[in-house]
């Protein structure tokens, strides 16, 4: 189907209804379905690796192993820095008693003291599926609080605990992420239109759009083997909100401008909605595809979040292209009341940039000296780069959360009377024959404080040796030993040994997101340089675009470095850097796109300069609402009480803004300008000059005005 078909849909006299009904049923269909999107959330795959790596291969060899031992463990810890006394010591025991009711097999081991003489440790698999555990862990927690003697400090910690900690975290964040998101843009909206109607309907359509979205991706869940999490279920909320209104604001502008080119608003719309519509298409496509691009990663909570994001744009960019027209048709003019756009006969010889007033200066001081702005700009965004030295790559687990939990506590107090490791100690798995041997090699290892006895599976055919670190678990030194301990086990002749546990994962998950980065990464830059090209018909102009996105970024980072280091929250998620930079790429070029495709458009009547001109002018608004609002939706993400969701809020919202206010208004259209009409090369375009084009009400502007 044509574009002048497609837009004559929702602009059509009849047809509009036709797609509003369509939509309702939609929604009926898919509301039902999208609020029972949290029910298939897997969030295992939030630490879980490939099968292929040793710590997932360990695991797999431990649960064939010992099938009686799969539950998370809790360790009560009790903590009395005088010195425990008989009364702490009897808190303990009773609490013990107690414990064999929540443990797995019904069996509690005995207190571990520390050698200080101040901590006692309790640890104890938990009994029950998914949906029991939380219960029990809520449980453990309120006996420990019980009959505490008066001094003694008490915290329960553990995967059993760190779980809870999470579920706990999360409950009803959800909901509360939609609430701030949405209010977000609505005063954003209402602050962009001035108007106390026109902000209801984006913001109603895109929520009927994010609707959709669940529903389709509930149904992936459930039917399609797609992994969703906490992760991919708010990141799909951001981006349906945040690019939804990029849309929304983008169609509105140009048929705010039809309007007073044409007394039939229904004219008026389809004429938007064609020469809007390629623009739109491109940013879903660029954002969509570059989202798919994650499928090529191997860790699994990365690789989730592409389909599920993906099916958001998807459901954006349908809506905001049949369902919002329809409506805007449909409600007439008063939606922009006080400001209403009359039609006047001489609007199609008007210069267009007479509304524009302050872009108007923009684009005249732009035009006055480009090579000395893009220079300025480029400097401005090389200099926020050396931000990036405030930030580390490794989010330790006791800073994941905005406010320390209990399993944090817990693992502090352990830390402060036992060896860092001991919460999480490696676990080797071997061959019982070979497992003196494998002990004696562990032993040897640096960095390992303790080698505990050996376990032996039901059949007697593998090993279990828990191997205690004498650094916290999460520290570069402790994943030093790690390395170190496995390759001291693997030379055991016919051992077999796997080395798994807390701190192996966290040795393979750094070296599958390095790995990560170096396909996914490329991969993505040329994708989103196949559709630039694609789009504008040329190979300079893309390529400049990449460059500029490519610094962008950087000076995102940097920037976002100064921000995290003032809140203290500098050591990032493994995972962030690519997920910020698919965001970043995608959703930063996105502005480009607006004002390229349009900048393209004008160029071919006016000539290159006019064009390039005239294009800042009229798009220099809408654009940087656009913008403002999608960095305020990512913003959002700062209710989250999770770390590693403030910082991808902070970095995105940070890398748009300067996108918005700084490469898209100044620098691409500097180039553009410095390079002149070979900025279009090989197309057709790079032949014209602005001398045989009519100059443009924009190029009229003093630099000074």
């Known amino acids: 189907m044509s574009r002048q078909r497609l837009a004559g849909l929702p602009s059509g006299r009849r047809s509009k209804y036709a797609l509003i009904v369509f939509w309702l049923v939609l929604v009926a269909v898919a509301g039902p379905l999208s609020i029972k999107l949290s029910e298939v959330q897997n969030n295992d795959t939030l630490g879980l690796l490939p099968a292929s790596v040793e710590s997932s291969r360990a695991v797999e060899r431990a649960e064939a192993a010992f099938p009686d031992s799969k539950k998370p463990v809790a360790i009560a810890v009790y903590v009395r820095d005088s010195g425990l006394t008989d009364a702490d010591r009897a808190k303990a025991d009773a609490d013990r008693a107690i414990f064999v009711r929540y443990a797995d097999g019904g069996a509690v081991s005995p207190p571990v003291p520390s050698e200080d003489g101040k901590a006692l440790l309790v640890s104890f698999p938990v009994a029950g599926d998914d949906t029991q555990r939380p219960e029990a862990v809520t449980d453990v927690k309120e006996r420990l609080a019980l009959d505490q003697p008066a001094g003694l400090r008490t915290a329960l910690t553990g995967d059993a605990a760190a779980e809870s900690d999470v579920l706990d975290a999360f409950g009803g964040m959800d909901t509360t992420l939609l609430l701030a998101t949405a ?46 999490d906490f992760q991919s279920q708010t990141i799909l909320t951001v981006l349906v909100f945040g690019v939804g209104v990029d849309y929304a604001l983008l169609l509105i502008a140009r048929y705010r401008e039809e309007l007073r080119r044409h007394a039939d608003r229904h004219e008026a719309m389809r004429v938007a909605l064609r020469r809007s519509f390629g623009a739109i298409c491109a940013s879903a496509a660029t954002v969509a595809i570059g989202l798919l691009c994650l499928l090529a990663a191997d860790l699994p909570s990365t690789r989730g979040l592409g389909p599920v994001g993906a099916v958001g744009i998807g459901a954006a960019l349908l809506a905001m292209t049949t369902l919002l027209p329809a409506v805007l048709v449909l409600c007439g003019r008063w939606l922009f009341w006080p400001f209403v756009p009359r039609y006047t006969p001489t609007a199609v010889s008007a210069d267009v940039t007479a509304d524009h007033g302050i872009w108007r200066r923009i684009a005249g001081l732009v035009g006055g000296r480009p090579r000395a702005v893009w220079i300025g700009t480029a400097a401005a965004l090389v200099a926020l780069t050396f931000g990036i030295g405030n930030l580390s790559i490794g989010l330790p687990n006791e800073e994941s959360f905005t406010s320390e939990v209990g399993s944090v506590t817990g693992q502090r107090l352990i830390a402060a009377h036992y060896p860092s490791g001991s919460a999480s100690p490696a676990e080797i798995l071997a061959t019982a024959g070979a497992a003196d041997q494998v002990i004696a090699a562990a032993r040897a290892v640096p960095g390992v404080a303790r ?44 051992a077999q040994a796997l080395v798994g546990g807390r701190t192996a994962v966290l040795v393979d998950e750094e070296r599958i997101v390095g790995r990560d980065n170096r396909v996914v990464i490329p991969l993505i830059l040329a994708v989103v340089l196949v559709i630039l090209v694609l789009l504008l018909r040329a190979l300079v102009a893309p390529l400049l675009l990449m460059v500029s996105v490519v610094l962008s970024y950087a000076a995102a980072m940097g920037a976002a470095g100064f921000v995290l280091d003032a809140l203290g929250y500098t050591k990032l998620f493994v995972g962030i850097p690519l997920q910020a930079f698919l965001f970043l790429v995608a959703l930063g070029v996105d502005y480009t796109i607006f004002l390229m495709t349009r900048a393209r458009e004008e ?68 180039l553009a300008l410095d390079l002149g009409a070979r900025t279009w090369w090989p197309g057709k375009l790079s032949q014209r000059t602005a001398a045989t084009a009519p100059a443009a009400p924009a190029e009229r502007v003093p630099a000074g005005a």
């Open 603 to 670: 160029a071919a009547q006016l000539g290159h300069r006019p064009g390039v001109l005239r294009a800042l002018t009229v798009t220099g608004g809408v654009i940087t609402s656009a913008g403002v609002v999608l960095a305020a939706t990512f913003g959002a993400l700062g209710v989250l009480p999770l770390v590693p969701s403030m910082q991808t809020g902070v970095i995105v919202a940070v890398g748009i803004l300067l996108d918005t206010l700084l490469v898209r208004s100044l620098l691409i259209p500097a």
């Open 451 to 494: 080698v505990d006895e050996p376990e032996r599976s039901p059949d007697g055919a593998w090993v279990r040796v828990p191997a205690v670190l004498a650094d916290t678990p999460d520290s570069d030194a402790a994943m030093a030993t790690v390395q170190r301990l496995r390759t001291a086990v693997h030379e055991v002749p016919g």
């Open 183 to 228: 209010a977000t843009v609505a005063v954003l909206l209402l602050v962009t239109y001035r108007s106390p109607v026109l902000w209801l309907i984006p913001l109603i359509t895109v929520g009927i759009a994010n609707q959709f979205a669940g529903g389709i991706v509930y149904l992936m869940a459930k039917y399609g083997g797609v992994t969703v």
